[in-house]
């Protein structure tokens, strides 16, 4: 706890910078300070407390220009317990902002006394601003910006405190989780380790030591620094941080389990945090405890436009206790989201009898126009600001509060049908022979490259070669932008459709949406047409990364939203050619031709 200082600390004649100081109100200052120094001071020197206290509150009440009168009054009154008057004038003589460092940090030691965190803070800097080396003022500044969450001004005085004591173990295990918490996880690890030394058993530090070497793909090693950091976190706090670093490396190895352990105890001791809430969502999502995991997204959802509204309307959220219609379902994720979760719009109005409005990213406007035009409206995220009436809720939101597919099943049914003269368009296009079978490819999504290999979905065209060693076997690409290039040096290009350059040509969804029907399977990532097939009720076989996102759920074969939908995931150390294998097999088992093919 800082310190209490002493009486009369300002040098007499010194002006302190205030209202009322030398500069502004020199006649009247000057005869206040002479008095001050020449009769109080000595008296406070002397230990008479009670004679200068008669003095004092004389000056105190002609309203002396004095800041130290306030100060040396409420001290006074502190030491005969009258602690709230004594308050009341630390209060007033904190609002006096004196230009000396000495008074500078004298403030801010009271002001946190006085739980005025946000002022002691305040006045820590500006010591710290006239005296970079200050130790007191380093060491408080620090602690109020770690109390009050922000690491990123800490981090710099932390470190700025080690080069002076390097060897403090404390201080090295407290900047160590400044610089995780900053995103800094190589600085976090080599401090951890440096901590390590001096404390062995510092359950924190082998967290942070865990979660790097989980970054780096050393499970081994990562796995047992997690062991031995839950088994000697004792301290809550430690306990906290421990199970938030944890949690994601468990979650990174496919623990699932001790995963959702972690992340409820630091839900528990942390339950603001919204990172924690949003891991917790994925890893239950993961675990196909759809409802839970829901609410848990929900829960994010809501904290964010708390502190960030950014909402193009001023309507209400939509509660259930208050449902103000027309509900107005907002697109908030990726495209495949809304493509996915835009199956709530028409299935509200049918069981709800709601009225129903959808807002989407301009890219699918037509296509959802389309499918639901007849019984939705369907207008773009741009003309949301146009809404004067009923409530808004984000789409993703629509399965906490109206539920999923396990307790609604019809929620599961393809809900999207392209325009029939579209799909005869491209009936035509594709121009197969009879009995031959059109087989629809993808094989790259998002350019951003995935925190591990074994998150990345993409794989190079080239491991689809199986394909075209099939019986009656026509492929049709359907990649857009990145890796559609791959077809130009493709060794099987002649596998593909005559047409194949206009296919790749046409960017939009609804035209997408038209050819896929026309293909007996369609093989993909986990990109936009595995939603987009899925929707469709296209028969589609999706390749799945060793740990895949929270959509496709982390086990099984098939999604509860896309039963059509053949979920195929790669094994520790297993390549993507070896689910080509297994989907080749699959797909000779098909029944092939027109006749198994979705007419517009």
């Known amino acids: 706890m800082p310190s209490k200082r002493g009486f009369g600390r300002s040098r007499p004649g010194q002006a302190e910078g205030v209202p009322g100081s030398i500069e502004q109100r020199k006649p009247r200052s000057s005869g206040q300070r002479q008095l001050y120094a020449t009769q109080i001071v000595p008296l406070l020197a002397r230990g008479l407390h009670k004679q200068a206290e008669t003095l004092l509150r004389l000056m105190a009440q002609s309203q002396s220009p004095l800041p130290e009168v306030l100060r040396d009054l409420g001290q006074i009154l502190e030491e005969q317990g009258a602690v709230q008057e004594a308050d009341a004038l630390f209060r007033n003589w904190l609002t006096h902002q004196p230009k000396d460092p000495g008074q500078l940090l004298a403030q801010a030691q009271k002001a946190e006394q006085l739980q005025l965190s946000e002022l002691a803070l305040e006045r820590y800097l500006q010591v710290l601003a006239r005296q970079p080396e200050q130790a007191e003022a380093l060491i408080r500044a620090s602690e109020l910006l770690i109390k009050g969450g922000n690491f990123a ?36 690890a080599n401090l951890a380790e440096r901590a390590l030394e001096l404390v062995p058993d510092a359950a924190t530090m082998k967290a942070v030591l865990a979660r790097q070497r989980q970054q780096q793909g050393d499970d081994a090693s990562a796995l047992a620094l997690a062991e031995q950091a839950l088994g000697l976190a004792q301290e809550p706090g430690d306990q906290t941080l421990v199970n938030r670093l944890l949690a994601w490396v468990f979650l990174e190895q496919g623990l699932l389990e001790r995963a959702e352990g972690c992340l409820r105890l630091a839900v528990a001791s942390e339950p603001q945090h919204p990172e924690l809430h949003l891991q917790l969502a994925k890893t239950l999502l993961l675990q196909q405890n759809l409802q839970e995991g829901f609410q848990e997204y929900r829960w994010v959802q809501e904290h964010q436009s708390r502190l960030e509204p950014r909402r193009s309307t001023s309507q209400p959220s939509w509660t259930a206790q208050h449902p103000q219609q027309p509900l107005a379902l907002v697109a908030d994720g990726t495209l495949g989201d809304t493509l996915l979760f835009s199956r709530y719009a028409p299935w509200l109005k049918k069981n709800h009898g709601l009225d129903v409005r959808l807002y989407v990213q301009l890219p699918l406007h037509k296509l959802l126009q389309q499918a639901l035009g007849e019984t939705i409206p369907v207008e773009p995220c741009s003309s949301l600001r146009q809404l004067n009436e009923g409530s808004v809720l984000p789409l993703l939101s629509a399965p906490a509060e109206f539920g999923t597919c396990q307790e609604h099943p019809e929620l599961n049914q393809p809900h999207l049908k392209p325009d029939p003269q579209t799909s005869e368009h491209w009936r035509q296009l594709v121009d197969l022979m009879p009995g031959e079978r059109l087989i629809g490819i993808n094989w790259q999504g998002s350019p951003l490259e995935a925190l591990t290999e074994r998150h990345r979905s993409d794989f190079p065209l080239e491991i689809l070669k199986p394909l075209s060693a099939l019986p009656n076997t026509k492929l049709v690409s359907l990649q857009k932008g990145m890796g559609a290039e791959q077809l130009h040096s493709c060794s099987f290009r002649k596998s593909f459709i005559t047409n194949q350059k206009a296919v790749s040509a046409e960017l939009r969804f609804e035209q997408t949406a038209a050819l896929m ?57 297993e390549g993507w050619q070896s689910l080509v294998d297994q989907a080749c097999g699959i797909i000779e088992k098909l029944e092939s031709g027109a006749s198994s093919r979705v007419s517009g």
């Open 153 to 188: 001004k800490a981090q710099p005085l932390l470190l700025q405190r080690l080069e002076t004591d390097s060897n403090n173990p404390d201080l090295l295990i407290q900047t160590s989780r400044c610089c995780f918490e900053v995103g800094e996880l190589g600085k976090a």
């Open 517 to 573: 029907p026309q293909c007996d399977v369609i093989l993909t990532d986990d990109s936009g047409p595995a939603h987009l097939a899925g929707c469709l009720g296209v028969p589609t076989i999706v390749l799945l990364p060793e740990l895949c996102n929270w959509r496709w759920g982390a086990m099984g074969t098939s999604s509860p939203w896309y039963p059509q939908t053949i979920l195929l995931r790669k094994q520790p150390g």
